[in-house]
């Protein structure tokens, strides 16, 4: 892939990017359903061996709430958005 620019050669700008992991349900989820299942994964990652564990295999836990990994999620979605249009990137 010799032909492809880099992220350096592409913009003056340094480029960070970070992977996640969240846990979704269906829209329309009700709401005492979903925050019964974050408080338990909030729960679960306080537990030193489910952290020890995450750990182990290359992941940083953090809990984020519902409202919070939505916000997260719509800002990576603006952000890739805008760089697939501004690249002229073809995903299909």
Same mark, same amino acid.
């Given at each position: 892939?010799?032909?492809?620019?880099?992220?350096?050669?592409?913009?003056?700008?340094?480029?960070?990017?970070?992977?996640?992991?969240?846990?979704?349900?269906?829209?329309?989820?009700? *709401?005492? +359903?979903? %925050? #019964?299942? /974050? =408080?338990?994964?909030?729960?679960?990652?306080?537990? *030193?061996? +489910?952290? %020890? #564990?995450? /750990? =182990?295999?290359?992941?940083?836990?953090?809990?984020?709430?519902?409202?919070?990994?939505?916000?997260?999620?719509?800002?990576?979605?603006?952000?890739?958005?805008?760089?697939?249009?501004?690249?002229?990137?073809?995903?299909?």
């Amino acid at each position: 892939m010799k032909d492809i620019p880099t992220f350096a050669e592409l913009s003056d700008k340094d480029v960070v990017i970070n992977n996640w992991m969240a846990l979704a349900g269906p829209a329309g989820t009700p *709401a005492d +359903v979903v %925050e #019964k299942v /974050s =408080s338990a994964v909030e729960e679960s990652l306080r537990a *030193a061996y +489910v952290r %020890e #564990k995450l /750990s =182990s295999i290359g992941f940083v836990p953090n809990y984020m709430s519902p409202k919070d990994a939505a916000a997260l999620m719509t800002n990576e979605y603006n952000v890739w958005q805008g760089a697939v249009k501004q690249l002229d990137i073809n995903i299909g």
